[in-house]
């Protein structure tokens, strides 16, 4: 067959086959595969070759040629620009057909799993406001989009939004965003045009300056906000005067709270929190069960579908009220807490110890006595020593990170030999890969993908791992 030629930008008619893991569409020109930004399976189209490797090939599209059935109206007057939301021009339907095709695929191909027996993915309750957390970031330089450009119309250059894909110093400006619920966007547009009125600067990313830096919102099931203005190099009036006006106008916010930041980076770990007025956290509610949730705290961005996931986590468990259980990368301990009740014990791992500490005020809370906490690296915690002094659990939930679990957890896992592995994963390619080496000892007997993130290419997977005998 004839390769594409090198110097060939633009291709006629390419049809879209299918979908790759980033959510791509893929396409194919004699041997070149190719991957289509914002096309969808099914469509036919003249695209537009953007980069070129040895093996595949980045394009846009130019021309669509015949709309693919799966496709659908974005509702979102950001989508294509924003990063979030990616797959919003796919029914929600093709949306999960595709989830689940991406998981089995990696399953398959990766873990060489028969995944004949997996269940069909467990679409999201609530598809739109389904998030309780949402970033925003201040900037002086405000993405301008095509359509500002066009308009030829004198631009506000600050912005308060979201960054575009790969250019960290440029933020797109939202108006409205439609993840979180309200007073999310209220908050955002009105301090936005509040500080804008009084001249106050926004954050400028390239040279480090400005008053202004983020905006963090957390919204919780019992009604809770919890509100955080970061600060770079504001005055102490107008931390006051931008604070006292989040107080007045939102008396719906319980937790408000400012932080000043002069480091290079975002993050609010290392930060001294300030309470502004109400509580220093929010509550969230699952079940009959209470989890404090401080500024830094972790918690499921999802949470009704998080309750969802956790209750098939708890069914694969199978507890009876007699097991040790290990949950390893426990987070705040949020699994540990949930089914404690049904097991005899729960020990959880976690990699940073302020979720550690969390993991314990939440035990407290709610009562629960038979649950442990350890703080450190899995590869250095979960020795053969630790399983000595605690105990060889009869069951191990493990929910690692997207680059999944270590190679020495996975063979400390082969060697501890729990009769039952419940494996939740963000990322089914690393899952894959660590299933393929637990193979050696166990087999996989149900696996149940979960979509916690509608419009986006995020999938989250939970599989069932018996010991082989
Ligand atoms: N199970 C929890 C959170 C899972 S997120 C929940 O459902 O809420 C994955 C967790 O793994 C994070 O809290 C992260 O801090 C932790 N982690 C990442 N790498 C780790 C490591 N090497 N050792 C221990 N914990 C780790």
Same mark, same amino acid.
């Given at each position: 067959?004839k390769? +594409? *030629?090198? =110097?060939?930008?633009?291709l @006629?008619?390419?049809?879209?086959?299918?979908?790759?893991? #980033?959510? %791509?569409?893929v396409?194919?020109?004699?041997?070149?595969v190719?991957?289509?930004?914002?096309? +969808? *399976?099914? =469509?036919?189209?003249d695209? @537009?070759?953007?980069?070129?490797?040895?093996?595949?090939? #980045?394009? %846009?599209?130019?021309?669509?040629?015949?709309?693919?059935?799966f496709r659908?109206?974005?509702?979102?007057p950001h989508?294509?620009?924003?990063?979030?939301?990616?797959?919003?021009?796919?029914t929600?339907e093709?949306?999960?057909?595709?989830?689940q095709?991406i998981?089995?695929?990696?399953?398959?191909?990766l873990g060489k799993?028969d995944?004949?027996?997996?269940?069909?993915?467990?679409?999201?309750?609530?598809?739109?406001?389904?998030?309780?957390?949402?970033?925003?970031?201040f900037s002086?330089?405000?993405?301008?989009?095509?359509?500002?450009?066009?308009?030829?119309?004198?631009?506000?250059p600050?912005?308060?939004?979201?960054h575009i894909?790969?250019?960290f110093?440029?933020?797109l400006?939202?108006?409205?965003?439609?993840?979180?619920?309200?007073?999310?966007?209220?908050?955002?547009?009105q301090?936005?045009?509040?500080?804008?009125q009084?001249?106050?600067?926004?954050?400028?990313?390239?040279?480090?300056?400005?008053?202004?830096?983020?905006?963090?919102?957390?919204?919780?099931?019992?009604g809770?906000?919890?509100?955080i203005?970061?600060?770079?190099?504001?005055s102490?009036?107008e931390?006051?005067?931008?604070?006292?006006?989040?107080?007045?106008?939102?008396?719906q916010?319980t937790?408000?709270l400012?932080?000043?930041?002069?480091?290079?980076?975002d993050?609010i770990?290392?930060?001294?929190?300030?309470?502004?007025?109400?509580?220093n956290?929010?509550?969230?509610?699952?079940?009959?069960?209470?989890?404090?949730?401080?500024?830094?705290?972790?918690?499921?961005?999802?949470?009704?579908?998080?309750?969802?996931?956790?209750?098939?986590v708890?069914d694969?468990?199978?507890?009876?009220?007699?097991?040790?259980v290990?949950?390893l990368?426990?987070?705040?301990?949020?699994?540990?807490t949930?089914?404690?009740?049904?097991?005899?014990?729960?020990?959880?791992?976690?990699?940073?110890?302020?979720?550690?500490?969390?993991?314990?005020?939440?035990?407290?809370?709610?009562?629960?006595?038979?649950?442990?906490?350890?703080?450190?690296?899995?590869?250095?915690?979960?020795?053969?020593e630790?399983?000595?002094?605690?105990?060889?659990?009869?069951?191990?939930?493990?929910?690692?990170?997207?680059a999944?679990?270590h190679?020495?957890?996975?063979?400390?896992?082969?060697?501890?030999?729990?009769q039952?592995?419940?494996?939740?994963?963000?990322?089914?390619?690393?899952?894959a890969?660590?299933?393929?080496?637990?193979?050696?000892?166990?087999?996989?007997?149900?696996?149940?993908?979960?979509?916690?993130?509608?419009?986006?290419?995020?999938?989250?997977?939970?599989?069932?791992?018996?010991?082989k005998?």
């Amino acid at each position: 067959m004839k390769r +594409v *030629p090198a =110097d060939k930008k633009f291709l @006629e008619q390419v049809e879209v086959i299918d979908i790759a893991e #980033e959510g %791509k569409g893929v396409g194919k020109a004699d041997e070149l595969v190719i991957f289509i930004e914002k096309a +969808v *399976p099914g =469509d036919v189209v003249d695209i @537009e070759i953007i980069r070129k490797k040895k093996n595949f090939a #980045e394009a %846009k599209i130019k021309n669509l040629v015949k709309p693919s059935e799966f496709r659908t109206q974005a509702f979102c007057p950001h989508f294509g620009v924003c990063g979030g939301c990616k797959w919003q021009h796919m029914t929600y339907e093709a949306q999960l057909r595709f989830k689940q095709k991406i998981v089995l695929d990696a399953l398959q191909r990766l873990g060489k799993v028969d995944v004949s027996q997996a269940s069909s993915i467990l679409g999201s309750f609530e598809k739109r406001y389904y998030r309780n957390k949402l970033e925003f970031t201040f900037s002086s330089k405000r993405w301008l989009t095509d359509e500002d450009i066009r308009s030829n119309e004198p631009m506000e250059p600050n912005a308060l939004g979201f960054h575009i894909p790969l250019r960290f110093d440029k933020i797109l400006n939202i108006e409205t965003c439609y993840l979180q619920t309200d007073p999310s966007n209220e908050i955002r547009n009105q301090l936005r045009d509040f500080t804008i009125q009084n001249g106050i600067s926004f954050y400028d990313l390239r040279n480090h300056e400005g008053a202004l830096r983020n905006l963090i919102i957390r919204t919780s099931t019992t009604g809770e906000v919890m509100v955080i203005v970061v600060f770079a190099y504001a005055s102490e009036d107008e931390i006051k005067l931008i604070m006292a006006f989040l107080k007045e106008r939102f008396p719906q916010i319980t937790s408000l709270l400012y932080i000043i930041n002069h480091k290079k980076n975002d993050t609010i770990f290392d930060q001294e929190i300030i309470t502004y007025a109400g509580r220093n956290f929010i509550y969230e509610e699952m079940e009959d069960l209470r989890f404090k949730i401080g500024p830094k705290s972790f918690y499921q961005t999802n949470s009704l579908q998080a309750y969802e996931l956790y209750k098939i986590v708890r069914d694969y468990a199978g507890l009876t009220g007699t097991e040790l259980v290990y949950d390893l990368y426990t987070g705040t301990g949020t699994i540990a807490t949930f089914v404690a009740k049904k097991a005899k014990h729960v020990i959880g791992v976690e990699y940073i110890p302020s979720a550690i500490e969390d993991a314990k005020v939440n035990a407290e809370i709610n009562n629960i006595t038979n649950t442990t906490y350890y703080a450190g690296d899995m590869k250095d915690v979960l020795t053969p020593e630790f399983v000595e002094a605690h105990g060889k659990p009869d069951v191990i939930i493990t929910d690692p990170p997207r680059a999944g679990m270590h190679p020495d957890v996975v063979k400390r896992l082969l060697e501890i030999e729990a009769q039952k592995m419940v494996y939740v994963s963000c990322n089914a390619a690393t899952q894959a890969r660590d299933i393929a080496m637990l193979s050696e000892k166990y087999e996989v007997k149900k696996i149940q993908p979960v979509d916690m993130f509608p419009h986006t290419q995020h999938v989250e997977n939970v599989v069932l791992l018996t010991l082989k005998n």
